[in-house]
């Protein structure tokens, strides 16, 4: 089983839609959470953490669920440049000096006209 | 601040030959990590360093990838021979606070934009 699990997608959406994405992890243990966006053809790059409590951050609200072990992102009012591959990061604690950061493959997102 | 700095921004190459990428992490960073990235895969974690020094290399295929960090400031990813399954995207990215080894970390990882390889 992978540490980190994502629906690959592709998500098709028309504007102004209301789009979820879920991801589960492994391990209970996991200390932190991320979403992270990448663009075609470029760099992963930090979108939000995300806090026990969820957060929000204009459009995007992330929310954990420690019980269940996912966590989501929730887009609303899709924009066009929302377009992208929205990777979920974990960190868990395996012990010092040991790997704690986890990506999920990533779901692709494509917003429609 | 120029953020991370990878270069060749593409290559390709004929199997059997000897690719090097480099890699400037942000300045002040103390860890800097090397991924790969296919569509099949995702992002895989090969290498990391911390002050300069090798902590984790177990994601290193085999013997045919090398890391080095000569200093704080510059890295380099060694691939021979290639072959043509080594084709993907590399990644380097840099931290200030590293997750790794820690209970409370989190820290955000800042990629460069990546060395698109192609072994033909």
């Known amino acids: 089983r992978k540490e980190v699990e994502q629906d690959p997608g592709p998500f098709n959406v028309p504007e102004g839609a209301t789009v979820a994405f879920n991801c589960t992890y492994s391990?209970?243990?996991?200390?932190?959470f991320f979403w992270y966006r990448q663009d075609c053809r470029k760099e992963p790059k930090l979108l939000m953490s995300?806090?026990?409590s969820g957060n929000e951050d204009g459009r995007f609200t992330a929310q954990l669920n420690r019980a269940s072990q996912y966590i989501s992102l929730l887009i609303r009012d899709s924009k066009l440049s929302d377009s992208a591959t929205y990777l979920c990061?974990?960190?868990?604690?395996?012990?010092?000096?040991?790997?704690?950061?986890?990506f999920g493959t990533g779901t692709r997102l494509t917003v429609i006209p | 601040d120029a953020g991370v700095i990878q270069s060749p921004r593409h290559e390709v190459t004929e199997m059997g030959q000897e690719v090097t990428l480099r890699c400037k992490p942000i300045?002040?960073?103390?860890?800097l990590f090397w991924y790969r990235q296919t569509m099949m895969r995702g992002l895989e974690l090969l290498i990391y360093?911390?002050?300069?020094?090798?902590?984790?290399d177990s994601g290193m295929p085999e013997d045919r990838f090398s890391a080095k960090m000569p200093n704080a400031s510059f890295s380099t990813l060694k691939i021979q021979p290639s072959e043509p399954r080594d084709s993907a995207v590399y990644f380097c990215?840099?931290?200030?606070?590293?997750?790794?080894?820690?209970?409370?970390?989190?820290?955000?990882?800042?990629f460069g934009a990546g060395s698109r390889l192609t072994v033909l």
């Open positions: 391990n209970s243990a996991s200390q932190s």
């Open positions: 990061v974990v960190n868990m604690f395996l012990g010092a000096g040991a790997n704690n950061l986890f």
């Open positions: 360093f911390n002050n300069n020094v090798p902590i984790d």
């Open positions: 990215a840099s931290s200030l606070r590293s997750s790794i080894g820690s209970r409370s970390g989190a820290n955000v990882l800042t």
């Open positions: 300045s002040g960073h103390d860890y």
């Open positions: 995300v806090y026990s």
